[in-house]
């Protein structure tokens, strides 16, 4: 019996052979047998190729119908994928090859030059382009379909064989690789299809990037695994969402998304009312957001939590109480607990380090196996966020453990503040973070970004009637926007760098 993904999502391929699973709007259309078998072409390209089992194919491509072809093809052909952010500059793209040890890289024209100066330091390293004159991917792909070449077959791979690395953001050092199964994957997929009730009558509304875990494993992967149908966009675009929308029944996003809907008068209840499940991740939703969707679609935003090292270990419920600010109960399969310093697991409702334990969780870091063993105890992963555990088994989380801020030997979660500012009139949103104190360790500086100029003397007066003192921003800072990452998630570091000598 083979482990591979593609095993599981090539029985869909071949039950729905007829029916569209992938349609590109203004684009192609693919259906099941499509699928199998323009991966199983490709897959024999990647063969003659050279490339083996277990070799790392990084990937830095515009989303697209080639972008998913390759990915089963990788698969299918036993490889590892390694996606790439379409905005990794080439320094960045140096380091990641050069770290996985890439075989095989494939990127858009304008790279071309820079990946080809790496082929002397990375040994055995082809490049190929999605686009340009010649030498692409898609004459790889049709040179193989004109000599009738096809590997039809699924290379077997054990349960713990790697299906792709993903380096993390590297917020703190430089990005860890982490180690994705061909098992991770498919334990993750199974908890998510039980979870939302997933089924072939789903059709999602993909417009979320393809080289991050939320838009390749969550939704792709779902989608594909249980014969949905996926329409995709090249990216979230309000227009082609709402144009979208009337054919599909889920939808999956980061906060922003949302936002940027509620932002349209367009977005009402006529248009959302035959969705059956919006989804959120990737990055905090206000309760704010989660509010207004309510009170204008009727429908609560579903709130789920993850990481890259983990998928999917938290979620909502599908029928049941979705609690904005919290990301739900452990999926099916999972289990949670929540950590003190001292390593005792604490009570429901105090805060402490989150860990999980489960089929879903990765093998370890990529060449980093001291980094591995400090990341797991036991069976259990420490995931770095800070969390509590309500007495109905609700997780809610607090932050990450790096965003911690001491001041005066007292700990402060940012979370808790930012709660209380998003709650006051005019703020749009917030972010808190420690910087260098010469007196207290680390002081507090609240960013906020507003509908108009704030009063901050009003919003410091709001914080000492409703927090501790200790807990009272110093310095206030008002932007037109958070910096934020492709997925949404603020970027805490650059704040902190750039606010760092705000009490020196």
């Keep these: 019996m083979t482990h591979n993904v593609f095993a599981a999502i ?18 192609r259309n693919l259906t099941g047998s499509d699928l199998d078998a323009e991966s199983a072409i490709l897959s024999a390209a990647l063969i003659e190729l050279g490339l083996e089992p277990g070799d790392r194919v990084s990937v830095q491509i515009d989303k697209g ?3 998913v072809v390759l990915y089963l093809a990788v698969l299918r ?7 790439l952010n379409s905005a990794y500059t080439n320094s960045e793209i140096e380091y990641f090859l050069t770290d996985a040890e890439s075989k095989l890289h494939v990127c858009v024209a304008e790279r071309l030059d820079h990946v080809e100066s790496l082929k002397g330091s990375i040994p055995g390293l082809q490049v190929l382009t999605l686009d340009g004159e010649t ?12 000599a009738g070449n096809s590997f039809t077959e699924v290379v077997s791979r054990a349960s713990d064989d790697l299906a792709s690395i993903i380096y993390t953001s590297g917020t703190t050092g430089k990005p860890k690789g982490a180690m994705i199964t061909h098992s991770n994957l498919v334990a993750n997929a199974d908890m998510l299809t039980e979870a939302w009730s997933y089924s072939s009558d789903d059709v999602l ?19 594909l695994m249980n014969g949905g149908p996926v329409i995709m966009l090249p990216k979230f675009d309000p227009d082609m969402v709402l144009e979208a929308m009337p054919n599909a029944t889920v939808m999956m996003g980061v906060p922003t998304y949302y936002t940027r809907l509620l932002a349209d008068p367009r977005f009402n209840r006529d248009v959302s009312g035959h969705m059956r499940l919006f989804i959120s991740g990737s990055a905090p939703l206000l309760v704010e957001t989660s509010d207004e969707f309510f009170e204008r679609t009727g429908q609560r935003i579903l709130e789920r939590y993850g990481m890259t090292e983990t998928g999917m270990s938290c979620s909502n419920p599908l029928n ?15 289990e949670v607990r929540i950590i003190a310093e001292d390593g005792s697991e604490l009570p429901r409702g105090e805060i402490g380090s989150l860990e999980v334990k489960g089929d879903h969780v990765f093998k370890g870091y990529w060449k980093l196996p001291e980094k591995t063993a400090t990341e797991f105890k036991g069976d259990w992963f420490i995931t770095g966020d800070m969390a509590t555990l309500s007495e109905d088994g609700y997780v809610s989380i607090v932050g990450r453990g790096k965003d911690l801020i001491i001041s005066g030997g007292l700990n402060i979660y940012p979370k808790e503040i930012e709660d209380v500012l998003n709650d006051q009139d005019g703020v749009t949103e917030s972010a808190v973070v420690g910087v260098p104190h010469p007196d207290f360790g680390e002081g507090i500086v609240a ?9 901050m003397d009003a919003l410091q ?7 501790a003192g200790f807990k009272v921003p110093r310095r206030w800072i008002q932007l037109d926007s958070l910096p934020r990452n492709t997925m949404g998630k603020v970027q805490k570091n650059l704040l902190r760098d750039d606010y760092t000598d705000s009490f020196a």
């Design 10 to 27: 090539q029985v869909n391929l071949q039950r729905y052979a007829d029916k569209t699973l992938l349609s590109i709007p203004g684009g």
């Design 461 to 467: 007066a709001i914080c000492r009637e409703k927090l």
């Design 77 to 83: 052909c036993g490889a590892v994928y390694l996606p």
């Design 205 to 223: 509304l993909h417009s979320l990037p393809l080289f991050h875990v939320h838009g390749l494993f969550v939704a792709l992967n779902l989608a």
């Design 320 to 334: 049941g109480d979705r609690r904005a600010g919290s990301v739900g109960p452990p999926l099916p399969g999972v």
């Design 135 to 146: 030498g692409t991917l898609v004459d790889v792909f049709e040179d193989a379909k004109a």
């Design 447 to 455: 960013v906020l970004v507003g509908e108009h100029e704030l009063d």
């Design 65 to 67: 119908w080639m972008n």
